[in-house]
């Protein structure tokens, strides 16, 4: 068996890589994206859990708030497709038109219809550091999580016949490791791309290993670590929905950014006992600059608390 070690995992992450050795063995693909033009956005990921033998998958459009199409296939068949090559999982195909630099997403149905393409603005970064304090996160959920911030390109058909033209921003990962949700208490993330070049990664989790962290930042010229996080998460009355969210991050150079958001629109995403509520959230920075992009809780059952 290959030795897989993180470059080979990330060199070769669009294609099919087996581990037997690790039961809930995982590759998944994740993207979203938000046109502030057509107030229209998405979340569309695939996951693939070879040794459990299934595949998972949803795909979620929005407008002006409100739901556009809503596809969630959590319990599928597995398939040793991958993007590299191309996969379809539910009607929901995925193909890399580039290698790490491009990806294309289609759906075709009677009354929707999808054809967008993520590309690249900057090579991708992995926000996961295996052997420091916060590798508790990569013992429960992956290895290597690559980040990315995409201009999308595009088009939405939708069921009354109009076709709107999608560009602007949005972020894709790439994670390959095990995939243990029921050793995760709770998790809560942000991941805006503003209009001054940065985009951020901000994840923080209370897992059965203790708490850690995915922390990674790109200030339009180059990634860089993060070294300290703080947030505060206001949530709903369901204690699931953030209502509004603070966050504090200090890159390696000591630089803070801080950002404040309110989410645009809200979807939940059920895995058995673990369930993620996924928004699109309207940033913004200290100074003002706008910025758009995901905020997203998880929380295993039975509940345990929000992390507040």
């Known amino acids: ?170 972020f894709r990962d790439v994670s390959c490791g095990p995939r243990n949700w029921a050793g995760v208490q709770h998790y809560r993330l942000a991941w805006p791309i503003f209009d001054n070049g940065m985009s951020c990664v901000a994840v923080h989790a209370i897992t059965e290993q203790g708490e850690g962290y995915q922390k990674i930042l790109h200030d339009g010229k180059r990634w860089h670590h993060i070294g300290r996080v703080e947030e505060v998460i206001d949530y709903e009355a369901d204690e699931m929905g953030f209502r509004h969210v603070h966050w504090k991050v200090w890159d390696e150079d000591d630089r803070l950014w801080e950002f404040t958001a309110k989410p645009l629109f809200r979807w939940q995403f059920p895995f058995d006992s673990f369930v993620m509520v996924e928004q699109m959230m309207e940033y913004r920075l200290s100074d003002g600059t706008i910025g758009y992009g995901m905020g997203e809780g998880g929380f295993r059952f039975p509940w345990e608390g929000n992390g507040n």
């Open 1 to 170: 068996m290959t030795a897989l070690t993180t470059a080979y995992m990330t060199e070769n992450c669009e294609r099919h890589i087996p581990n037997p050795a690790i039961p809930k063995w995982n590759q998944s693909y994740y993207f979203n994206f938000y046109d502030r033009q057509a107030k229209l956005g998405g979340f569309i990921r695939f996951g693939f859990m070879e040794n459990v033998g299934e595949t998972n998958g949803f795909a979620i459009f929005f407008m002006d708030g409100k739901p556009l199409f809503t596809r969630v296939n959590m319990n599928l068949p597995y398939t040793q497709d991958r993007p590299d090559g191309g996969v379809t999982v539910a009607g929901v195909r995925l193909e890399a038109v580039r290698p790490l630099q491009t990806c294309r997403i289609t759906i075709d149905t009677e009354d929707f219809g999808v054809d967008l393409s993520w590309d690249q603005r900057f090579a991708m970064g992995d926000s996961i550091v295996p052997g420091n304090q916060d590798d508790a996160i990569a013992r429960e959920l992956a290895y290597i999580h690559l980040e990315g911030a995409c201009d999308v390109t595009g088009t939405v058909r939708l069921r009354t016949g109009q076709t709107i033209a999608i560009k602007d921003a949005g």
